[in-house]
């Protein structure tokens, strides 16, 4: 499975972005999904995730509040609504999907990545 990232983009402090992700050549049936963030020089963090079928949701403590996963199950798409934006949030943002119905926070239990869409928030 191939995951599409897309939805970045440039955006001042306090603006909201909508980012998707989709399989291409697959689904997501009974994966939970996960976002995931790399700011420069930074390690990657966790952001999101959130299980199938979207009964369970999990987020980083910075994110809760102003962020939102959530999933469309017919379209085969995850979402992460992100409002409130503030230069903190600045990174290259990666879907992931793992072959289990749970969430998981380690990006070390997703099995699949996608390319990543750049998310930049001026101050």
């Known amino acids: 499975v191939q995951l599409q990232a897309s939805g970045g983009g440039l955006v001042q402090a306090g603006d909201s972005l909508r980012l998707s992700c989709v399989p291409s050549?697959?689904?997501?049936?009974?994966?939970?999904v996960g976002w995931f963030r790399q700011a420069p020089g930074k390690e990657r963090e966790f952001v999101a995730a959130v299980s199938w079928p979207g009964m369970t949701t999990k987020y980083t403590d910075s994110v809760k509040g102003r962020f939102t996963i959530s999933r469309d199950n017919i379209k085969n798409t995850v979402y992460l609504q992100m409002n409130a934006l503030s230069p903190e949030d600045t990174a290259v943002y990666y879907c992931?999907?793992?072959?289990?119905?749970?969430?998981?926070?380690?990006?070390?239990?997703?099995?699949?990545w996608g390319q990543g869409t750049q998310v930049t928030v001026s101050s």
């Open positions: 992931a999907a793992r072959r289990e119905q749970l969430v998981a926070v380690s990006g070390t239990l997703y099995h699949y």
């Open positions: 050549g697959g689904s997501f049936s009974r994966y939970a």
